[in-house]
């Protein structure tokens, strides 16, 4: 029970990764807040695990800050904070619209920008406090992906310098990078390619040293580790969980 006592709030927390981080993080003791664009999402999660469900555009300043206020005065305080929204708008760059680079720019960057800014405010007063952003190997390049790339390498760096200005008030901020994981956006990434999401899956596995693809459940266990006191000494680092090196 790494976490009894503690509160947590997980942004794009009704599916896939940020859906099991909200689960593993209750079943080890945590009070959790499970955020999600749409109220119901956020609301199938957190019910079974006796959290706090709430809706918030993360690209709203506004939102953000009342999620986060709320967080507070509902739950008491807020101990770790974990970035999962986000959204893909895949193409090759000459078909890239303006929206589809915004869009995805404006929900990963800037969504956990203000998340962080509005949560460290907790976090430096009581002079604790865990960030996890979610980046992705596309940070080290995927073609089709210039924004959602581009965004998960900036989360990266976001992570770095964070690490940097709230380290001196005991907040430790990190970023992990999954590989293929199954997830709805796996799934529409397969559609978009025109691939059977089976035939996907085998390929993708094929390419892994463990021969396996990862689940939702594979990253939330990493992130809990980093949202835990047993990494109180580890901030500032990007950890690649993809089966191999």
């Given at each position: 029970m790494r976490f009894t006592d503690r509160v947590a709030l997980v942004t794009g927390g009704g599916r896939g990764i940020g859906a099991a981080t909200a689960g593993r993080l209750a079943s080890e003791g945590a009070r959790v807040m499970v955020s999600d664009m749409d109220l119901e999402p956020a609301r199938e999660v957190?019910?079974?695990?006796?959290?706090?469900?709430?809706?918030?555009?993360?690209?709203?300043?506004?939102?953000?800050e009342e999620m986060v206020a709320r967080a507070v005065r509902e739950l008491g305080r807020l101990d770790v904070l974990v970035c999962c929204a986000g959204i893909i708008r895949d193409n090759l760059l000459f078909k890239m619209t303006d929206d589809d680079w915004d869009l995805v720019i404006d929900t990963h960057l800037k969504g956990?920008?203000?998340?962080?800014?509005?949560?460290?405010?907790?976090?430096?007063?009581?002079?604790?406090?865990?960030?996890?952003?979610?980046?992705?190997?596309?940070?080290?390049?995927?073609?089709?992906?210039?924004?959602?790339s581009t965004a998960k390498a900036g989360l990266q760096g976001m992570a770095r310098t964070l690490a940097l200005e709230l380290g001196p008030f005991n907040v430790n901020v990190n970023a992990v990078a999954p590989g293929f994981v199954e997830t709805r956006m796996t799934r529409a990434t397969a559609e978009r390619m025109g691939v059977d999401f089976e035939?996907?899956?085998?390929?993708?596995?094929?390419?892994?040293p463990l021969q396996r693809i990862g689940q939702p459940e594979d990253i939330a266990s990493v992130i809990a580790f980093l949202c835990s006191d047993e990494s109180s000494f580890v901030s500032g680092q990007t950890i690649y969980v993809r089966g191999g090196p």
């Open positions: 957190a019910e079974p695990i006796g959290g706090v469900a709430v809706a918030c555009d993360v690209t709203q300043r506004e939102q953000v956990t920008f203000l998340c962080a800014r509005a949560a460290q405010k907790a976090m430096v007063a009581q002079k604790y406090g865990k960030m996890v952003f979610l980046s992705s190997t596309s940070a080290l390049g995927n073609r089709g992906q210039t924004n959602y035939a996907f899956k085998i390929g993708a596995a094929s390419q892994i």
